[in-house]
């Protein structure tokens, strides 16, 4: 596979034509240094046969944002030891560059100060008008602390500086975000001016290393920071021209919204940026790069071979599966464990202030405390539970050496995945079905399905150790009339067991409720949500919600927020039309109070709840009395999401 073949630039050899692109990850220390989990994390991804790594949002200032920093020879240190580790492995390390949008300067005296009012104040003002307002000395200054943190890096051993396109460097190329009036402001030639005086001062500063620019394309849709596809080929040649050895073609940013760069599932197609960045790489000789929602090796490969790029970044689906390449390379790829794109345990956990983890992988983020041991003495281990839960907690088990039986009620495997995957955009959740299915199959896992567990039938296998994943069950609250025939189950809903029409109201915002009333908003339904929350789609994450909410939108899905549903009424009117025949329907109404007790009824052909589930039960006193070991895990322990389910499956497993 071309993937798999190295390609030399400069005079620097790549193994193969696998980069990570730069993320931010949350993983480094607040001083800046590559902390312990930071080192681990990209030692696991060299070690899994990645061959070009960027680390993410390098500053080379002081700053509040928590990101790899390098602006004081102490930090030099940290990023050795990184270089070195990477390097061990036959991987190169690229270290990303950038300047914040804001005068960062003023901003730490404020925050030093510990006046975080007018941080914020300032931060605010900055993120508008700091591009139109900084000086032209003060570019200059930016530019000589860009270029020290090279020289850094050149020290620590780093392989390749990658010029941040975006963020201040964007903001200054982009004609919506830069209305300046002098050399730096105006046309595409003044615009990027600071960015290829960026590329010299770098060249001049460290000769020796490979420079590379992220090209961000403003697209008609989204992105601010950066050039339009219009002047992308131009502004290449310029690059080109000024001696830069490589481009990463991607989304332009600064939209507030991250899924603009980084979409979740079903919001972008696979591949998105493929035939933009082929038209970059028609100006230009120099080999190209992107990223975006590349997902398999034979994505990959496709990109390569149809010459839409040189190098293909794989972002999420490596957090999802750290030995992506040596799969590939093993001729394995039906083994990658693939990312789903949910978002949900990379980005929008770092946009909540914690660091990236994958809801898929139990160890990433985590590389340094959980990885799977061996077992010490072989046993039969029974799991009861077909979903994520139980799929996860039989394979860490198989790959520990035990001997495994998997026990499903159901006549398929997945669980509440896959009720998961019928809202809209959601399909992709499937792939996670598939792939801890393959991987129990591989591993020999016997599986057997349509067998509904009891304590004695789990008993008559002989266990050694028994895993309880059998899951929960949707929780019905306890309202006057919830009897009714027009009431019905989301579970049941999105699983094609019940049906609803016409006007429907959902009791539960949460994401449940969310996708119900999307898909059927979709399906033709005049939908209202109810929550005695004040936000429908709290718990939904920030890369998500926009297209949620885009759904309600486009369909007229109401939303009632912070009302409690005190009962719900039905009653039959029954219209006389012959002496022999009558025409019968239901009307229901939601009744319901508002905060301040007023009544507020929501009329209703049918109503759907989706207000939270409950763990199921399982005996295990037999168990307990003959000394068998007994773990219960995901919802039927807690309920929460996929990502515990995953987590307390594996951890459980791995002390077995």
Known sequence: MQVLQPITIGHTVFKNRVLFPPLTTGYEDADGNISPQSLAFYTRLAQGGTGYIVLGDVAPIRSFAVTPKLYDDSQIESFRRLADNVHAYGAKL?????????DCDALNALFDAGEMHKVRAQLHHDMAHFVNDVTEAALMIIIEKMCACARRARTAGVDVIHIHGDRLVGALCSSLMNKRSDQFGGSLENRTRFALLLVQALKDAVPELLIEYKLPVITPERGKGGVPLSEAPVFAKWLEAAGVHMLHVAQANHTGNLADTI???????????ADITHAVKQAVTIPVSTSGRIIDPQMAENMLTEGKADMIGIGRALLADSDWVNKTAAGRPQDICRCISCNEGCVDTVLNRSFIACVVNAENGFEAVRFITPAQQQKHVVVIGGGPAGLEAARVAA????KVTLLEK?????GQLNIASVPPRKLEIRRTIEDLTQANHALGVQITLAHDATPASVL???????????GASSFIPPISGIDSATVCDAWQVLAGEQQVAGRVAIIGGGIVGCETAEYLAELGCQVSIVDINEQIGADIGATVLPSV???FKTYGVAQYSGLTVTRIETHVETHIETITASNSATNTALQCIDK???VVPIPCDFVVTASGARPVDFDTTIFDAQGIEVIKVGDCQQVADIAYAIKTAYDAANLL
């Open 460 to 470: 008559a296998l002989a266990p050694d150790a028994v895993i309880i994943a059998v």
């Open 549 to 551: 909410l885009a759904t």
């Open 399 to 402: 790959v520990k050496g035990h």
């Open 94 to 102: 690229g270290v990303q560059i950038f300047h914040p949008e804001y």
């Open 410 to 414: 159901n006549a398929y495997l997945g």
């Open 263 to 273: 979409p979740p599932m079903g919001v972008q197609p696979y591949c998105f940026f």
């Open 596 to 598: 301040q007790g007023k």
